[in-house]
């Protein structure tokens, strides 16, 4: 049988190694959740100002001066974002990538906008926030990159859904008529009006009277923007 004086050291010691091992884990966790607010109040700031910028966007684009004091608060604040994300990156919801994604694509960091975009789309909680964030992917491609890796990506998005319900049957309409718009807004006409019919068909199968009154209300309005007609 082992002495006690043997004993008590040992004891002492695995006491001493667990209290370190506690006291590590719990400054990093308290590390983990300063950094964390710190970058939630950075998230917030960035979506107001967008905000605010909306709110003045007809005197800040008559005004260079204004303009450059907005771009350059904006920067200021990716630059926190970007630094507090790469400390606590598990800690990161897809929303927030693409947040950063689509400010990133404001200042033309095309890059590190794709990157972040891509992140949004591996974090997604589930089936349908992916389908937002690829779709959210898909028109970044389409814009900035090569309109036919956007359409892919938006197909890819209509694929994704089961359709079986109202949600996925509205996600559908709702993602080709924002890929119709895409297609009016580069000179596709036709691709515009075939995106549109498509979005009709799936409007057809919702059931829900509030969801398929959204989403109709939202189909008209684009058609109408495009002098096509509208559906009733």
Not at 44 to 72: A, G, S
Not at 133 to 146: E, K, M, S
Not at 178 to 206: C, Q, V
Request: charged residues 30%; glycine residues 4%.
């Amino acid at each position: 049988m082992m002495d006690i004086k043997v004993i008590v050291p040992i004891i002492a010691v695995i006491v001493s190694v667990l209290s370190i091992f506690i006291s590590v884990n719990q400054k990093r966790y308290e590390t983990e959740r300063t950094i964390r607010e710190k970058l939630t109040d950075t998230f917030n700031k960035i979506t107001e100002l967008d905000i605010e910028f909306i709110k003045l966007e007809d005197n800040i684009n008559k005004n260079i001066n204004l303009t450059r004091v907005f771009n350059q608060k904006r920067r200021f604040l990716v630059k926190q974002a970007l630094y507090f994300s790469s400390k606590i990156e598990t800690l990161v919801s897809d929303a927030e990538f693409a947040l950063l994604a689509g400010t990133l694509e404001r200042f033309g960091d095309i890059e590190e906008a794709d990157y972040y975009w891509k992140k949004s789309i591996e974090r997604s909680s589930n089936r349908s926030t992916k389908i937002y964030n690829i779709r959210g992917y898909a028109r970044f491609l389409f814009t900035t990159i090569d309109s036919s890796k956007g359409r892919k990506k938006y197909q890819e998005a209509i694929d994704l859904a089961s359709k079986e319900n109202d949600r996925d049957f509205y996600d559908i309409a709702e993602t080709y008529i924002l890929w119709a718009t895409l297609e009016w807004e580069h000179g596709f006409p036709d691709r515009t009006e075939e995106y549109l019919d498509l979005s009709e068909g799936m409007i057809n199968k919702i059931e829900n009277r509030y969801k398929k009154t959204r989403i109709t209300d939202y189909l008209n309005n684009v058609k109408k923007q495009c002098n096509l007609q509208g559906i009733s």
